[in-house]
């Protein structure tokens, strides 16, 4: 079993930066793919951004250049650093972990473990 729970959401102005991290438990968390999902009210949840057990990571496109997912094994912990910020942005963002995929387009029923998310508002 994995438990995530994501924070430090908030609002903040274009142009701005944020880190997101994710408080991860379990052992199988160490060999999971950890993801960084969002959902724009009205639009579909989306991938943004995944790392591997090994490291290997991918993006989305419109987090490619101003975003960074990075983890602390040690500490069990996913980050997310968003910078350059921008109103379309503006989403829950939740973390997850599953095995047996690790990129943005997976589709969300393969996701296993889902965090309560946290806001993120870009003002303009």
């Known amino acids: 079993q994995v438990h995530l729970v994501e924070s430090g959401g908030g609002s903040v102005q274009a142009g701005g930066a944020l880190r997101l991290s994710c408080a991860a438990s379990?052992?199988?968390?160490?060999?999971?793919?950890m993801a960084w999902f969002r959902q724009a009210p009205g639009k579909e949840r989306e991938g943004v951004a995944t790392i591997g057990s090994g490291g290997t990571t991918s993006y989305a496109e419109s987090a490619k250049g101003r975003f960074t997912i990075s983890k602390d094994s040690a500490r069990e912990t996913l980050y997310l650093q968003m910078n350059s910020l921008k109103p379309e942005d503006t989403a829950m963002y939740y973390c997850?972990?599953?095995?047996?995929?690790?990129?943005?387009?997976?589709?969300?029923?393969?996701?296993?473990?889902w965090g309560q998310g946290t806001q993120v508002t870009v003002s303009s």
């Open positions: 997850a972990a599953g095995l047996g995929w690790c990129n943005v387009k997976v589709p969300l029923v393969s996701v296993n473990y």
């Open positions: 379990g052992y199988a968390s160490r060999s999971y793919c």
